[in-house]
C-alpha cells in the first residue's frame, strides 16, 4: 500500500505542484504551456490556501481556493473560489480529490470562510461535496444591424472608450459597488491587476451621465477580416435604463466592424428583450457555477422574509455543520443559533445551500435525494427563504 499524505502547501512550494497536475488535467497537450510563464503567474495569485495529496512523497492530487467576498442576499460574507482540482491520470479513481476537497473545505472554514463557489468538471462529483448548480451565464449572438435605429436616438450621456490598462481601477469600484445589491456576487480579495490585465486584453466602455459611470462593457473584437469582426463583449453591466441604451448604441456604431455580437450575460438579463428584431441566439455557456454553505454557524446576517424554521442538517463532509439549527429573522436579518427543538424537517447541506441561494424550491428536495420537507416546512422555508437568482460573476 502507498503511503498517503495530505496536507495544505506552502505557497513557495504550491506553483511547482500546481503547474504540471493542472495543465495536464485541465488543458489541451502537447506542448504544455511555458513552464516559466505559468509558474509566474501561479506565484502572483495572492490570498490562495492549497491542498495536495501525496502518494508517496510525490504530489498526485491537488486543489486551491482563493479568498473573495460574496454578496448573499444582501449580506457580504466570507468565501472562496475553488479551482485547480487535478489529479495526475495514475492516481485517478481511488477517490484522492474527495479527500482533497475535505481537508481544503476544512483548511477554509478554519479561516473563517461561509460559503465556498467552483465552475464543475461534472455537477454529480460536485453535488456529491455538498455543492448546488446556480443558473449559468449564457452567450447572446446577434448581428449589430438590429440595433442601427438607436444611432439616430438622443441619449443623454456619452461612452468613452479606455483600455483594460487605463480603467481596471474604475472597473473594480464598479463591481464592489454593484456587489452591495447584487445577490451572488463574488469577488476576489486580492485582485492580480497585473496579471488581468495581460490575461484580458480587452477595451472597457464606460456609459456615462451627468459624470456618473451608469454601465460598463468589457469588449474585444476577434477575426481576420476588418468588416466581418466578432464584437466579442465578456461584461455588460448597468445599473440604470440609459447606461444600458448607450452601452447598446455604441455596440450599433459597429455596424461597419464587425458582422457579429456575442455578450455573455448574466442569468438575471433578458437580452431578447433588449430590441425589437434582433433575432438572438441566446446559448449555453461553459458550466453554471456551484455554491455551497461552508459555516451554518456564520449565516447569521442577509436579509430574509418571515418567521423562522428548525433544521436537521447533515453535512458528511463538513462535520461542524451537522446537528439541529434554528433560523428565525429579527427586523429583517437572519439569525442562526443551535437548537434542542424537534426539528421541523432533516435536510443535507445541499438542501439548505439551495434554501440560502434560492435556487430551488424546498418541494423539488425528495427529488433530489436533499430531504423530504412536510408540506408546513416548505411553507416556513418558502417565507424564510424567498427564491433569488444568484449572479456570481467571477470565472475561474
Same mark, same amino acid.
Given at each position: 500500500?502507498?503511503?498517503?499524505?495530505?496536507?495544505?502547501?506552502?505557497?513557495?512550494?504550491?506553483? &511547482?505542484?500546481?503547474?504540471?497536475?493542472? $495543465?495536464?488535467?485541465l488543458?489541451?497537450?502537447?506542448?504544455m504551456?511555458?513552464?516559466?510563464?505559468?509558474i509566474?503567474?501561479?506565484?502572483?495569485?495572492?490570498?490562495?490556501?492549497c491542498?495536495?495529496?501525496?502518494?508517496?512523497?510525490? $504530489?498526485?492530487?491537488?486543489?486551491?481556493?482563493?479568498?473573495?467576498?460574496?454578496?448573499?442576499?444582501?449580506?457580504?460574507?466570507?468565501a472562496?473560489?475553488?479551482w485547480?482540482?487535478?489529479?495526475h491520470?495514475?492516481?485517478?479513481?481511488?477517490?484522492?480529490?474527495?479527500?482533497?476537497?475535505?481537508?481544503?473545505?476544512?483548511?477554509?472554514?478554519?479561516?473563517?470562510?461561509?460559503?465556498?463557489?467552483?465552475?464543475?468538471?461534472?455537477?454529480?462529483?460536485?453535488?456529491?461535496?455538498g455543492?448546488?448548480?446556480?443558473?449559468?451565464?449564457?452567450? $447572446?449572438?446577434?448581428?449589430?444591424?438590429?440595433?442601427?435605429?438607436?444611432?439616430?436616438?438622443?441619449?443623454?450621456?456619452?461612452v468613452?472608450?479606455?483600455?483594460?490598462?487605463?480603467?481596471?481601477?474604475?472597473?473594480?469600484?464598479?463591481?464592489? $459597488?454593484?456587489?452591495?445589491?447584487?445577490?451572488?456576487?463574488?469577488?476576489? &480579495?486580492?485582485? &492580480?491587476?497585473?496579471s488581468?490585465?495581460?490575461?484580458?486584453?480587452?477595451?472597457?466602455?464606460?456609459?456615462?451621465?451627468?459624470?456618473?459611470?451608469?454601465?460598463?462593457?468589457?469588449?474585444?473584437?476577434?477575426g481576420?477580416?476588418?468588416t466581418?469582426?466578432?464584437?466579442?463583449?465578456q461584461?455588460?453591466?448597468?445599473?440604470?435604463?440609459?447606461?444600458?441604451?448607450?452601452?447598446?448604441?455604441?455596440?450599433a456604431?459597429?455596424?461597419?466592424?464587425?458582422e457579429?455580437?456575442?455578450?455573455?450575460?448574466?442569468?438575471?438579463?433578458?437580452p431578447?428583450?433588449?430590441?425589437?428584431?434582433?433575432?438572438i441566439?441566446?446559448?449555453?455557456?461553459?458550466?453554471?457555477?456551484?455554491?455551497?454553505?461552508?459555516?451554518?454557524?456564520?449565516?447569521g446576517g442577509?436579509?430574509?422574509?418571515?418567521?423562522?424554521?428548525?433544521?436537521?442538517?447533515a453535512?458528511?463532509?463538513?462535520?461542524?455543520?451537522?446537528?439541529?439549527?434554528?433560523?428565525?429573522?429579527?427586523?429583517?436579518?437572519l439569525?442562526v443559533?443551535?437548537?434542542?427543538?424537534?426539528?421541523?424537517?432533516?435536510?443535507?447541506?445541499?438542501g439548505?445551500?439551495?434554501?440560502?441561494?434560492?435556487?430551488? &424550491?424546498?418541494?423539488?428536495?425528495?427529488?433530489?435525494?436533499?430531504?423530504?420537507?412536510s408540506?408546513?416546512?416548505?411553507?416556513?422555508?418558502?417565507?424564510?427563504?424567498?427564491?433569488?437568482?444568484?449572479?456570481?460573476?467571477?470565472?475561474?
Amino acid at each position: 500500500m502507498p503511503s498517503i499524505d495530505v496536507r495544505v502547501v506552502p505557497n513557495e512550494e504550491r506553483p &511547482d505542484i500546481q503547474y504540471w497536475l493542472v $495543465a495536464y488535467s485541465l488543458g489541451a497537450s502537447p506542448p504544455m504551456p511555458d513552464r516559466e510563464e505559468r509558474i509566474d503567474l501561479l506565484r502572483q495569485r495572492q490570498g490562495v490556501t492549497c491542498v495536495s495529496l501525496f502518494e508517496d512523497g510525490k $504530489a498526485v492530487s491537488t486543489a486551491a481556493s482563493t479568498a473573495m467576498t460574496q454578496n448573499v442576499r444582501g449580506g457580504l460574507f466570507a468565501a472562496g473560489g475553488v479551482w485547480g482540482v487535478a489529479t495526475h491520470p495514475g492516481a485517478r479513481r481511488k477517490g484522492y480529490s474527495k479527500q482533497v476537497m475535505r481537508h481544503l473545505l476544512a483548511a477554509a472554514h478554519d479561516q473563517g470562510q461561509v460559503f465556498s463557489t467552483l465552475y464543475p468538471f461534472r455537477e454529480s462529483f460536485y453535488q456529491r461535496l455538498g455543492y448546488v448548480a446556480f443558473p449559468m451565464l449564457r452567450m $447572446a449572438k446577434f448581428s449589430p444591424a438590429g440595433l442601427l435605429p438607436l444611432i439616430s436616438q438622443e441619449i443623454e450621456g456619452q461612452v468613452e472608450l479606455y483600455s483594460i490598462t487605463e480603467a481596471y481601477d474604475t472597473y473594480r469600484n464598479y463591481l464592489e $459597488a454593484m456587489r452591495m445589491s447584487t445577490h451572488g456576487l463574488g469577488l476576489f &480579495d486580492y485582485p &492580480d491587476k497585473e496579471s488581468a490585465i495581460r490575461r484580458n486584453g480587452v477595451w472597457v466602455a464606460l456609459a456615462k451621465a451627468n459624470g456618473e459611470v451608469e454601465g460598463l462593457m468589457l469588449y474585444s473584437l476577434k477575426g481576420d477580416m476588418p468588416t466581418m469582426f466578432t464584437f466579442n463583449a465578456q461584461r455588460l453591466y448597468y445599473r440604470t435604463s440609459r447606461g444600458r441604451y448607450l452601452l447598446l448604441s455604441w455596440i450599433a456604431r459597429h455596424i461597419d466592424q464587425a458582422e457579429t455580437v456575442e455578450i455573455l450575460v448574466s442569468p438575471t438579463e433578458q437580452p431578447e428583450t433588449w430590441w425589437p428584431d434582433l433575432r438572438i441566439n441566446v446559448e449555453r455557456w461553459f458550466f453554471p457555477p456551484m455554491g455551497r454553505v461552508m459555516d451554518v454557524a456564520g449565516l447569521g446576517g442577509m436579509e430574509a422574509g418571515t418567521g423562522q424554521v428548525v433544521l436537521g442538517i447533515a453535512d458528511l463532509l463538513c462535520p461542524w455543520n451537522e446537528g439541529i439549527w434554528q433560523l428565525a429573522v429579527e427586523d429583517g436579518v437572519l439569525t442562526v443559533s443551535h437548537s434542542s427543538l424537534t426539528p421541523d424537517a432533516v435536510v443535507t447541506i445541499q438542501g439548505l445551500t439551495a434554501l440560502v441561494y434560492g435556487t430551488h &424550491d424546498p418541494a423539488d428536495f425528495r427529488f433530489r435525494g436533499w430531504g423530504d420537507p412536510s408540506p408546513a416546512a416548505q411553507v416556513a422555508m418558502r417565507n424564510l427563504f424567498p427564491p433569488m437568482i444568484p449572479h456570481l460573476h467571477e470565472v475561474f
